[in-house]
Structures are given as C-alpha cells and as structure tokens.
C-alpha cells in the first residue's frame, strides 16, 4: 500500500508560514520537502542529496524559518540566527526571493538580506549592523563581512550550504574553511546538494555533527514521463543549421535556454539567430550582476524565448573529464575582460517553466549535463533536453549516456531521429548567416553588450528603483549588430520547408503575418471597388487611387 504524503499542515509549521505556502500554490510538500522537514525541525543536520529542481530550497528554508520563530519567542535579542551559503550570485537572488515570499506574512519576525554581491561592500555595512535574522550570501562576500567586524556570527543557530556541491568547485575551500572559525561550537546545519561529490563528503566532514543522511532514491534528473532527453551527431555547420530549423520552423515550442561553452559562442549564436530574425538574450559571466539578474527575471516572466547561456564554470572544475586528450581537447579560452567567479546560471537557477534545454556545445562532465537539463522539468512540469554532439564531445556524451542508464537497464537519452537531409535547402541560408558573424563581429557585439548592459545596469539603477515599472521595458534582447541583418533571411520560403513538414507548421514571422491578412484585406476591399455593384469607379481609377495612397511622397 502506498504510504500519505505527509502534508504541511501536519508538520508543526507556524500558521503564517503555511498561509504563505498556501499562497505559492504548494498543495504538497514534494519528496525532500517531506521528509527533510520534519528532521530539520527535531533539530537534526541533515545532509540532502535529491535531484535538480526538486524543491530543496525550501526544503531548507521552511524550517529555519520556522526555526527563528519559535527561537524568537523564547530569545528576544536581535542577532543574526541563520546563514544561507550559495555558490553565486543568482543563486543568492534567489534564495533571498524565496524566503521572502515564505515570510510575507511573518516579515517583522524574519528579516532576510541577501549581500551575495549586488552592492558595495561598504553599502551592505548598515545593512548588516540591522543585524538582520537571516543573511544569504556568497563565502567570500560573507567572509568579507566577518573580517570586517560588520557581521558577527557568534550567536548563529543554523548555517545553509545550497549547491554543496560547487562550493569548493567555485574555488570557495579556503573561504568557507577561513569563515567557519568565526562560528560558534554549536549550530545546526544543513547542505544541500544535488550529486553526492567528493567536495560534499568533505564539506560533511567540516560542518555536520551527525547527520541525517537523505539520498533519495533514483535518478538526479526527473523520470522520462517527465524528462525527454535526446541526442543528435552534428558537427558544426550542422548544429547551425539544425537550431535554425528547429526555431524558425517553430519545432521546439515554449520557452528554451541554449548552453554554449565560451562568452565568444554565446555571441556567435546571438547573432547567427539575429541574423535569422529570432532575437535572443545571452547570459554570460561578463555581464553585470543587475543585468543577469534583470534577465533572468523578465525570462521567468515570459518576455524573452530564448537564452543563451554560456556554461564557464567548467574551467574551473579540477575533476571534469578530458575531452580527448589528443585529439579532440580544445584549448581552454583566456579569461578576457573582467569575468564574475561568483556566476552560474546552470547551478541552482530556477528558471521558470522552460520548455526546452539545448546543449547547443555539449557540457563538458556529466555533473554540468545534470545541472543543465536541470533547469526544465523542474517541480511538476514537463520538460526536454536535446543535445547537439559534435566528435569531439562524443567521449563526455558515452559517460553521461553510461550515468542514464536505469535500473530496468534502459538508458534515458535517447537519439534524436532528424532526417538532416530534408533540411538541406536551408543550408545555402545559414551559410550566409554564418558568414556574416565574423570574429571581429562576435568581437565587436560582445564590447558592445557589455557597455549596453554596464549603462543598463549602473547609470539607470537609481533611476529604476525610483520607476520599477519603467524596469519592464528595458530589454535584453536587441540586436547587436544589425547593420549586417539581411532582411529577407528572416523570412522562411514555403518552398524551402521540408515536404514533411508543410502544412503542420507556420514559418511565418508576427510581422508576415499581419501583412499578409492586411493584403488579403486589401484585396477584398479591391475586389469590391472593382464590382461595379458595389463601387462607383471603374477599375482603373480604384487601382490609381491605391497606387497614389501606396506612395504618398510621389
Ligand atoms: N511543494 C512544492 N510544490 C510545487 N512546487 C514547488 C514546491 N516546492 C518548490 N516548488 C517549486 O519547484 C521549483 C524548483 O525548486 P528549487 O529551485 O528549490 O529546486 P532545487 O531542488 O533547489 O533545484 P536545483 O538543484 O536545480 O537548484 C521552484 O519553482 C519552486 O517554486
């Protein structure tokens, strides 16, 4: 017999926390959720392996808010009770949203900051001496703060590791092992991690005192009725071509985010689809952090479709798997510009309701796959992955393939069945959009998003906190570089689609469309100009009078 879920309501949880669950429109805990609770709430560490979007930070969050509630009722002392350690910015964003939405209705009690990194370190002072009940940051921004006497930790109740897992991967060890001699003996803790890796084990070791170990059974991606994930070889032009085909003709539906391997890539693709007409915003470590977190927002609200993200964290994993040490290994591309050690859009971000995650550039260990497709299917909905596998991916794609394998012996990814060749009459096109994106163009977008986004982000920051409205119409995803932009390539001729494929899908842009019933309207109202029934000027006259309206300046 299958056993009851244990509900919210039956968890001990204070009324105004579970109105505010109510209101998110949580009807149950999922799997984590219920069984980490209740073992938080005894006051047990816990130590939390489930797979991605699987709901772990609330998992967390709930009973240390609960945690500094009832803890209010007996200490009335303000300090600060709870740290919440992320491994990047967004992800502090993040948190911080969530904890805010769960203490709508206790927000005197629980006061949660997050000081991953936005502002200046001497502008999160005074926020600090508030000594706020909850601070969600970074270990080196929160290392920062403890030096600096601006945070003292030494009456902290419960410390949070989210994303466990890259803590030490990011490059925070020393950080994290420098910032635990400002703890007390006596705290509760919890990590959270969504694989169970050697840097965890370590981490465990550091901070847990006994433990509760939660490894939920199955898989660290959700199942395939819920997950598609699919493959295809495709070397270069190929991928090209088939990520034109596969949004021009609207293939893939909904909302989707494309991972690249390098900032130069994410470019490369902006402005290949730029030159296709599908704009597309890109994500990457050089923009600033308003910026990335701007964009993040307005994708979760469903202004853009499309997002390129760049994957670079890779660089700094010591264990990733070599490509293919001989032939295939690319080199690693120099750190340009000023890159954001604290950025990750793979790990942890809970983009909203992504239909479609496409490794455009294969990742490069099976760790950074499992956070990539991650990011759709997340909670309860549907989601797929499709990879794009060039033969020089080919060694990382076996691993991960060997890690999907399930117990029925049954592998999750599964080829992706595309007849390239119904497709060729689209690659004379995207050879020429291809063409157009040279090195010094990608060069040129990418110094001149960077400034865009830098005046976005710094000159407009007051004026947007004063205007938040005004905040929805700035836009992520212009072109870049749209002098180069041929218009007729952002159209799809009929004659071009595959045979297959005519009559299911509409290639039409927005813009085609209304023109075309704006024509047919005209044609109509031409048809009734030019019967005699009906209209009072012979047909020549209507067609002079239409050309005339045509061309006013003539
Ligand atoms: N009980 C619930 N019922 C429905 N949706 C939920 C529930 N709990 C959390 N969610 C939603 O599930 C999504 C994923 O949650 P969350 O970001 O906490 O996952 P995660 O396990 O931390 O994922 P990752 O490992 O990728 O960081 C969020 O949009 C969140 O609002």
Not at 496 to 522: F, N, Y
Request: charged share 25%.
């Amino acid at each position: 017999m299958e056993e009851e879920t244990l509900q919210f309501h039956e968890m001990g949880i204070d009324d105004r926390l579970l109105k505010a669950i109510a209101d998110l429109g949580w009807a149950e805990p999922t799997l984590i959720q219920e069984k980490a609770i209740p073992l938080a709430l005894e006051g047990k560490d816990v130590l939390a392996r489930a797979r991605t979007g699987s709901g772990k930070t609330a998992a967390y969050a709930v009973p240390l808010i609960q945690h500094i509630l009832k803890s209010k009722q007996t200490v009335r002392e303000q300090d600060v009770r709870a740290v919440v350690l992320v491994p990047t910015k967004e992800l502090g964003q993040q948190v911080h949203a969530m904890c805010v939405q769960l203490t709508r209705y206790c927000a005197r009690d629980v006061r949660v900051v997050d000081i991953s990194g936005k502002a200046d370190v001497s502008a999160q002072r005074p926020i600090l001496m508030e000594k706020p009940d909850v601070v969600v940051g970074t270990p080196s921004r929160v290392l920062i703060h403890l030096n600096a006497q601006n945070l003292l930790l030494q009456n902290l109740e419960v410390l949070v590791v989210d994303e466990a897992d890259l803590l030490f991967s990011f490059g925070f060890e020393a950080d994290v092992k420098n910032l635990l001699c400002h703890l007390p003996k006596i705290y509760q803790s919890f990590l959270m991690s969504a694989t169970l890796s050697v840097d965890v084990q370590s981490l465990k070791e550091m901070i847990l005192h006994n433990p509760v170990i939660l490894k939920l059974e199955g898989s660290q991606l959700p199942a395939a009725c819920q997950l598609q994930q699919y493959s295809i070889p495709c070397e270069e032009e190929d991928k090209f071509l088939l990520v034109y085909t596969l949004l021009k003709l609207q293939l893939v539906r909904g909302k989707t985010l494309l991972f690249v391997d390098s900032i130069d890539r994410s470019y490369r693709l902006k402005l290949f689809l730029e030159q296709v007409g599908v704009p597309s915003c890109v994500l990457n470590s050089e923009l600033p952090v308003h910026s990335r977190c701007h964009i993040i927002s307005q994708f979760n609200q469903g202004f853009y479709n499309y997002i390129i993200a760049s994957d670079e964290h890779r660089l700094t994993l010591p264990k990733a798997p070599a490509v293919d040490a001989k032939k295939g290994a690319k080199k690693q591309p120099k750190t340009k510009g000023t890159k954001d050690k604290e950025y990750g859009v793979s790990r942890g971000v809970d983009f909203q309701n992504v239909s479609n995650v496409i490794n455009f550039d294969f990742p490069k260990s099976v760790d950074s796959y499992v956070h990539r497709v991650g990011r759709t299917a997340r909670a309860k909905n549907q989601g797929t992955a499709l990879s794009f596998i060039s033969h020089t991916e080919m060694p990382v794609h076996d691993e991960v393939k060997k890690s999907l394998i399930q117990e029925n012996g049954e592998c999750m990814l599964n080829p992706y069945e595309f007849k390239m060749d119904q497709i060729e009459g689209f690659r004379y096109r995207c050879r020429d959009a291809m063409r157009s994106v040279t090195k010094q163009s990608v060069k040129e977008a990418r110094l001149r998003e960077i400034k865009q986004e830098l005046l976005k982000s710094e000159k407009l920051k007051t004026y947007f906190e004063d205007n938040p409205r005004d905040l929805q119409l700035l836009r992520h995803d212009g072109d870049l570089h749209p002098a180069v932009v041929k218009p007729h390539m952002r159209n799809v001729p009929e004659y071009l689609i595959p045979e297959v494929l005519r009559g299911v899908i509409d290639p039409m842009t927005k813009v085609r469309r209304r023109r075309r019933i704006l024509a047919s309207a005209r044609s109509k109202n031409n048809n009734r100009s030019n019967n005699p029934l009906k209209s009072f000027r012979s047909s020549g006259q209507g067609r002079k009078a239409h050309k005339a309206k045509a061309t006013p300046s003539t």
